[in-house]
């Protein structure tokens, strides 16, 4: 089967090669697939998608009329995804709903650490020979509060590593995990969570419903002086606000893998451009914010487990199967 893969990176296609299945017959496409490079998957079966490719209806429109019969995506999120259309088009789509899920939370981890301990700054000082502690200053995180929007596998596997710091750990979510409840965490409604943190790491999904949950509101409920973590979907964070937050204090750390318009950005070599996007110029001006290119689920690990699980569902929509992935 034909499978036409867009936004490929070098180590995509090294993936591939290593972990997905030798029946299946790869074309790497450098670009994101929108409505122009959709005309490119005439006689392919199906399409394999990342995160910031265009899915609208009318790019499904035009893989259908091309032959495609099924989008594979190599990742979880699929906010970028029309799904009515597909349906309507019957376009079958399937996701990676876990792959590594420690990748993230351990991800989530290094910014908190990073960004408390300033342990970016201290990297450039000493190799400029300057060892002077001034502007380095941290606090412990044991016994601190951190809250957690989200607690599926990626957030239970934070808030593990948080338990283990010794802190607080409060979560919100629809679901309520038992587990986590077990091992000492404890659920509470999303305006204590704001109010009662001291570190706020985001891991949800993006939908109508959490669209910039970070937002004015929220943000004035927050401590003065608040950290917050986003490793999951850029569009949770009005960066606006967050920006005007961090003028008025109110933000004391900020820490992103994500950013709400990355599609432009994000998984690509700018250094020799010129970056029109004024709002993520301003964030790069604050001192207290660190910002990482969506490298959260770049691990070996996890790289495997998409490469294989993206196979696996290239395999079931051959034979006409489900297999548990599927949208």
């Known amino acids: 089967m034909k499978v036409a893969v867009f936004s490929s990176k070098k ?8 972990w997905a299945d030798a029946r299946l017959e790869f074309s790497f496409f450098d670009g994101p697939l929108d409505l122009q490079s959709a005309k490119l998957t005439q006689g392919y079966a199906a399409v394999c998608a990342f995160v910031n490719d265009n899915l609208s209806a009318p790019v499904l429109t035009e893989l259908k009329a091309a032959g495609v019969g099924m989008i594979a995506l190599r990742c979880a999120g699929f906010n970028n995804v029309d799904l009515a259309a597909a349906k309507k088009l019957d376009l079958r789509v399937a996701r990676v709903p876990a792959y590594s899920p420690e990748a993230v939370a351990e991800h989530t981890v290094a910014m908190i650490l ?43 596997a934070t808030a593990r590593i948080l338990l283990g710091f010794g802190m607080q750990v409060l979560c919100y979510d629809i679901q309520v995990n038992d587990e986590l409840v077990k091992a000492g965490v404890r659920y509470v409604p999303l305006e204590k969570l704001w109010t009662e943190s001291d570190v706020i790491s985001l891991h949800c999904p993006l939908n109508p419903q959490t669209q910039h949950i970070i937002n004015a509101d929220s943000l004035a409920l ?16 009005d960066t606006k606000a967050v920006i005007k937050a961090l003028k008025g204090r109110k933000i ?6 994500v950013y709400e318009q990355e599609a432009d950005l994000f998984f690509q070599d700018l250094s020799g451009q010129l970056i029109e996007d004024e709002v993520f110029k301003r964030l790069l001006t604050f001192p207290n914010v660190l910002i990482t290119g969506h490298q959260a689920f770049f691990t070996a690990e996890a790289l495997q487990q998409i490469c294989q699980v993206t196979s696996d569902n290239l395999l079931a929509f051959q034979a006409n199967r489900l297999n548990g992935n599927e949208l």
């Open 252 to 257: 004391g750390y900020l820490g992103l893998d």
């Open 222 to 237: 927050m401590k003065d002086g608040v950290m917050v973590i986003n490793t999951s979907r850029g569009g949770l964070i």
């Open 114 to 156: 990073c960004l408390n301990r300033k342990l970016h700054k201290a990297y450039n000082r000493v190799r400029d020979d300057n060892f002077a502690l001034d502007g380095l200053l941290g606090f412990n995180l044991h016994g601190k509060t951190a809250g957690l929007v989200g607690t599926g596998r990626i957030g239970a």
């Open 11 to 18: 180590y995509d296609q090294t993936s591939f090669a290593q």
